[in-house]
């Protein structure tokens, strides 16, 4: 490290609320390529690396999750509200 840089920070990859790692959301149904390709690319940036994948069509299972992806969107949860993206 080169003096007189500050520390490089490490992304968070948890939770703000909680120690528990990020979750993406999914439906549990068949398999559609476009959700199993966003839940890859997800994990592949440094916030979603550790993230668990939970697969339902449990809407308050869902809500809890960090993000949702779903077919034709993309469902951002935080202080409770969704938004589609």
Do not use: W
């Amino acid at each position: 490290m080169s003096a007189g840089l500050p520390p490089v920070k490490r992304a968070k990859t948890q939770s703000p609320t909680n120690t528990m790692p990020l979750t993406i959301g999914t439906h549990n149904g068949s398999f559609h390529c476009d959700e199993a390709l966003a839940c890859y690319l997800l994990q592949k940036l440094p916030r979603y690396a550790d993230a668990k994948i939970v697969r339902t069509r449990d809407a308050e299972t869902l809500a809890g999750c960090d993000i949702v992806v779903r077919a034709c969107a993309l469902v951002v949860v935080s202080a409770g509200a969704c938004s589609e993206q």
